[in-house]
């Protein structure tokens, strides 16, 4: 069979891996370079992730990737720690009393949050579905916490989008992240950064199937029972990239998803500024919600000095100067001189992820629909959180569904 992927992420290579010995496949990417929202900046002789990455104890099919691209001594477990910014004031909330330190919440606001915690896995998450986190925090437990709590934390993830966010995921993500220490949560990195993972798969994927970079997908057809993409013939097509942007260049009539934007600014400072915490969520609004001391989880004798990213996500465009605006506002709110900057760069991408409004587990598509296979962030296995293992999983079963239906439309 002649296969077309478009897009050349996580997903689309990992497709490729599975289907390149046995079929003729060709991924398209657009950008002069593999890895789409795991590509990293090169920064002198480091790599470091456009985009902050880590990984969880639970990514059973990144590890198996990671296995099987003699990758697995790579990896390493550190710890990740958390805290909140609010007030001018930096509040680390990883230990249990660090947790009972934390003055925006009250003794029995704190009790009420570790019983929900405890309860997370038992809710029904269809009717959760029809709720918006915001409605449902405040109606289980009460405004300040969800203004001093929960509300700073999905800024961070969901940006101005937050209120229209559903409990399926708030509760769906408290199950999967409340398996933490005593001092913080164990996260995974990979020495040398997630561009050794990307390399890895690119050369293997690659040496079975064509990969054709700066090669946007512009146009897809069907004629005579066979797939046109840019004018060359396909068999099958696994779409990595939302329905509604493959629905611009010819394809199917799917429900668009919410999506989002992200733009990061990544700097490389002199110093830490976040008392050594790695996630720091900014309760005060701001031009970013999180500040991410990359150097606060890996070592900083790695690099070159420590790096800071500002993470932020928007719908629709960009607004100008949003690099200059993230950097005057950090300096400003953490006392740091201009001349201690030592580099930076600046992400966007404005396909970044969807957003898990109420009513969106109804919209993902299969893997098979409308005759086109789909692979991505959307993908039922990036739900409640899209992530690196979601999408190799997603890439793998829309493999396996187009060998298991020869490829039939
Ligand atoms: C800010 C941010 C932080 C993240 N942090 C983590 C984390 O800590 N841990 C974790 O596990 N996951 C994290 N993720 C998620 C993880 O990066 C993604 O789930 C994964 O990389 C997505 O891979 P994908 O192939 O599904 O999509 P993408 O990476 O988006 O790949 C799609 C590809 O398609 C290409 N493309 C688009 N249009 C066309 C076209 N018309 N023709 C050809 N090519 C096209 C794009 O250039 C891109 O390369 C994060 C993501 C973001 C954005």
Redesign the pocket.
Known sequence: MKVCI???????LAAALRLGSRHEVDI????GH?????SSHRVDDFWIEQ?????FAE?RQLFSLLSELGLEDRLEWLKGTTGYFAGKTIYPLNTPAEILRYPLLSLTDKAKLALLTLRSSGWDTDTLDTITAEEFIIRELGTRTYESFFEPLMRSKFGDLRNQVSAAWLIGRIAIRSNRGLSGERLGYLKGGFQVLVDALAEAAGRDCTVRLH????GISRESGEWRVNGRRYDAIIS??PPQ?LRH?GGPDLPPLPYQG?A?LALGLDDQVTNGIYWLNMKDPGPYGAVITHTNFVPVERYDGHIVYL?SYFTGDLPARADAVMRDHFCRTFGIRDSSIRWERMAV?P???PVFTTGYRKLIPAYQAKGFYW???FSPS?YPE??????IA?GYAAAAELERAGGEP
Do not use: Q
């Not at 478009?6 to 689309?12: I, T």
């Open positions: 478009v897009g050349g992420g996580l997903a689309g398209y990417e657009k950008r593999l890895g789409g929202c795991l985009f902050y990455h880590h990984c990514d090669d946007p997908v512009t990595t990239i942007a260049i992200a990061c993470a991408e396909l970044a992820g692979a991505g962030m990036n899209r992530s690196m293992e979601g999408s997603a």
